[in-house]
């Protein structure tokens, strides 16, 4: 009884360090500095997480945005949810923020 107890917190530590970090999904948000287009990236300013380069594929979904056609730099509360992969951030969700000035949207008035 006394290894099984030794045990469960272990394997538990274990299922949680093998757990890659491509896996977990990060969200960045606020104003785009530049787009590449050729190369179909952009760059992000996050307060709080400074500068990312983000790519984007036929995969990343747009909402309030106009596809990545829509995105020019300068354009503010911008919302991007990526996952790191071979280096990069991959965007799954690139939309426009609801506003509130926080991770997630809100929608309150901050001002």
Do not use: Y
């Not at 594929?57 to 509360?77: D, I, K």
Request: proline letters at 2%; charged letters at 25%; glycine letters at 14%.
């Amino acid at each position: 009884m006394k290894i099984a107890r030794t045990a469960a917190p272990l394997l538990i530590a274990a299922a949680v360090v093998a757990a890659p970090a491509s896996a977990l999904a990060a969200q960045f948000e606020g104003r785009i500095v530049s787009v590449n287009r050729e190369a179909k990236t952009f760059r992000i300013h996050d307060s709080e997480r400074g500068t990312k380069r983000i790519k984007v594929t036929g995969n990343t979904q747009f909402e309030r945005v106009n596809g990545f056609a829509g995105l020019h730099a300068g354009q503010r509360r911008i919302e991007v949810t990526a996952k790191r992969k071979n280096g990069r951030w991959v965007a799954s969700l690139v939309e426009r923020s609801g506003g509130g000035g926080h991770h997630g949207g809100g929608g309150g008035d901050d001002d």
